[in-house]
RNA sequence: AGGGGUAUCGCCAAGCGGUAAGGCACCAGACUUUGACUCUGGUAUUCGUAGGUUCAAAUCCUGCUACCCCUGCCA
């Protein structure tokens, strides 16, 4: 294989091990414990794994870490799935840790016999008191020094169920006395009995992720196992696995910090809790900061994965702005996106001079690569927003204003003749009269006009649900504050019915996710079959 | 007897002894049938800190400091 250019130092990892051809090709897998959904901290981690498998031309497996069944549950695997196909990433195998049962039981008994495992009768409670302190070694256990035999026979009894949960585990015998306080003697074993989601009640005795972890990467052929920093000082442990149960050099554990973003939760017991309680509507509450949440946001799994590739990768704790993702998002809809007009707000534009109903043609998107366009008609009464039109205009207001000319996008430009109020001095309607020939490429056109506005036309207008997302504080120990409602936030439909957020306001000292109520607005756009509406997804065209 | 990590612009992040890439955010102009987009220009004399080695250090050495992770029969 020819050499690949590293852009991170995992990948300076990979070049190593085939330049030195300790390896052919490079393995990675992505191991999700299926026990609640994805969220874009896990999309790191997939654009890691799914990324090395990519750019070397090897493999990636997606294997459920499911070891400890009284957690997960197949709701959980299949929505892992979907998300990760969402994505755009294939995997070679699909593997469950729990079809490794057999074989990691094998592992243990070699253990074993090798004189490197025993049965403890120790309580949790008598594990921790002995397991001493960050600054204290830990003491042996009493059953430390069974013999092989009798660890053989009590191991097996584990197995077939004579012992109720709690009373004994399997553990590793290394060093009581080591400063890593995973090495002292950590369990691998444990009797548990629930019902797996995958293997009914066949079994009562389950492995512990660190003896299960490096034997399910050895048993694959994983070459890489990536995982993220808390693992750190588990890679002893991995290794001491890995090379008692015969394995080599490989697989190698490589860790790097894991996502963490502004004004975002994280925390999977915490995103639980939300739906757990009703707080949102479920795991993909577009609210949630879940894969599947950003795809009811109508986020583009292809922004996601570019936020992913330019946050790059580091072993250094770090929060990156979730402007970035915004940034990566709004960048792809600018040019994938089509534009419709919507009116939020709507106040009757009557076109006085208007003769009869045209229909033309408008493009969808002038940033896209391919143009293609759709039919608006114009006729003789529009809508426009209320916040186009000004009786008293603001200083530096480019919209229309009495006496003044504005161009409605796409179409005539028009000028202002009079303007109606109610009984409270609220716009009713604007009278004006278009300028003929003053669409694009006629002689009009050129006629400079402080701005240009959306309209609908108010025949064949439909009404759009308007989502309004709302924020909920959060204070440093995840709880619940007073709400606030900024205006910036909010979730067009298009026609497809994919939701595009807007710009998101800042908050500096709180941390918060979206929270809040769908409120029903009516906007008027055009019938099914036209496309309309708006910039949605894009910074708010119209500034302060 | 504690161990393991990390420290480069407001936020990510390149850099691996030869004199601080890039992206986000921000500021200023230009352009514009979306006040968007796009474009142009501007943003670290300095790399946690104090010393040392060297003609030359963010990069090597030494000592400090700050932050993160580890005492589940979770993963």
Redesign the pocket.
Known sequence: MEEIK????IE?FINKDLADGKIEEVVTRF???P?GYLHIGHAKSLCINFGMKEKYNGKCNLRY????P??EDVEYVNSIKEDIKWLGFEWDEELY?SDYFDRMYDCAVLLIKKGLAYV?????????AT????????EESPWRGRSIEENLRLFEEMKEGKYA?????LRAKIDM??????M?D??IY???RATHHRTGDKWCI?????F??PLEDAFEGITHSICT???????PLYDWVKVNCGFGDFPRQI?F?RL?M?RTIMSKRYLKKLVDEGKVSGWSDPRMPTLSGMKERGYPPEAIRRFCQ????????????V??L???V??YL??N?D?MMVVKDPIKLIVANAAEDEIYQ?EN???AEVKTTHAVSFSRELYIDRDDF?PVP?P????LVPGGKV???????LEYVSHECDADGNVTSVTCNYIPD?????VN??IK?K????WVNAKDCIDLTLHEYDYLLLDGDGDFNDRLTPDSHKIYPNAKGERYLSDAKQYDRFQFMRMGYFSAVKDYGKDGKYEFN??TG???????
């Open positions: 590293s852009t991170n130092f300076e191991p999700p414990e026990n870490d499911d070891t400890n009284s957690k840790a403890c009768d120790y309580t949790a409670e008598q594990i921790k397991r001493g302190t960050l600054t204290q070694p830990g949960d709690g009373t004994k585990v006395a080591s400063p890593n306080i995973n002292r950590p369990v444990r009797v548990l389950y492995p512990m992720y660190d299960a972890h920093l808390e693992f750190e000082d588990h890679r860790e910090a963490g502004t330019e946050i790059g990768v580091s072993k250094s704790q770090s929060e990156v702005d402007c970035m915004e940034h990566f709004r960048d600018n040019v996106a534009r408008i998107n002038p940033n000004a603001p530096k207001y480019k919209r161009r409605l996008k796409g179409s005539y430009i003053s669409i694009s490429g006629g056109a050129s006009v701005g240009v506005i959306q708006q910039i894009l910074k708010d065209s119209y500034g302060k």
